[in-house]
């Protein structure tokens, strides 16, 4: 249980493009998704908090207008990446929480997406 | 910042030695939790710890935590070539409600054949 996908698990793309990364609670329902950006040998950095059914929280420095979050359902959060240019290329990684059981304070990560921006 | 602490950077330790690695963070906490990646994969959890609990073992980890000192340590004994990875810590903030995780800077371990 507490399987967290992402899909695409990788993606070249042309800069000026936008990307869309989806992020699915498969067997759990998930109020709260967290997207996270790695860059090489660095750590993660918590880009937003995605809450079902109302507007994303992003942190200091994350640009909400470039970094489009959607959470419309209770397990699928979608974080697209506008107007993508090189310097956007990273490890996009998401978690959830599963608040319907017992295991509220963890978070269940998913496998990553890696965007490379041509 | 809020970004935690982690030392060493890295680590380069022959098969059989035990590895440590500390980590440091800023708020109060609710929990603290270890988490492994290997290059370029997602991220394993490994052992959450709770802000009252002081040592926690798992196998042949073991992790411990001094919330007056704001750090926490974990033990890899009898380390393995496959525990070659990277290793954060990450902590909520008992004030925030929202249970986001705040991740160290990490360290990466080698452990040689």
């Known amino acids: 249980g507490a399987v967290v996908s992402q899909h695409p698990s990788w993606v070249i793309c042309k800069s000026g493009t936008s990307v869309k990364i989806e992020c699915r609670s498969l067997d759990f329902q998930a109020t709260t998704m967290f997207w996270y950006r790695q860059f090489p040998k660095q750590s993660l950095m918590l880009m937003a908090t995605s809450n079902e059914g109302s507007k994303a929280t992003y942190e200091q420095g994350v640009e909400k207008d470039k970094f489009l979050i959607n959470h419309a359902s209770l397990t699928l959060s979608t974080l697209t990446v506008t107007s993508a240019h090189p310097e956007d290329s990273s490890f996009y990684i998401c978690?959830?929480?599963?608040?319907?059981?017992?295991?509220?304070?963890?978070?269940?990560f998913g496998p990553g997406t890696r965007l490379t921006v041509l | 910042s809020q970004q935690g602490e982690e030392d060493p950077q890295a680590l380069s330790i022959q098969e059989g030695e035990n590895a440590t690695m500390n980590c440091s963070y800023k708020?109060?906490?609710?929990?603290l939790q270890w988490y492994r990646q290997n290059s370029g994969r997602g991220l394993v959890h490994l052992i959450l710890i709770r802000s009252n609990e002081r040592e926690k073992h798992s196998g042949r980890l073991r992790v411990t935590l001094d919330t007056s000192k704001k750090s926490s340590s974990l033990l890899i004994t009898a380390s393995r070539a496959a525990d070659t990875a990277s290793y954060f810590c990450a902590t909520d903030d008992r004030m925030d409600s929202s249970y986001k995780l705040i991740f160290g800077s990490g360290t990466r371990l080698l452990v040689r054949p």
């Open positions: 708020t109060s906490i609710n929990n």
């Open positions: 978690s959830a929480r599963d608040v319907t059981s017992g295991r509220s304070n963890e978070q269940f």
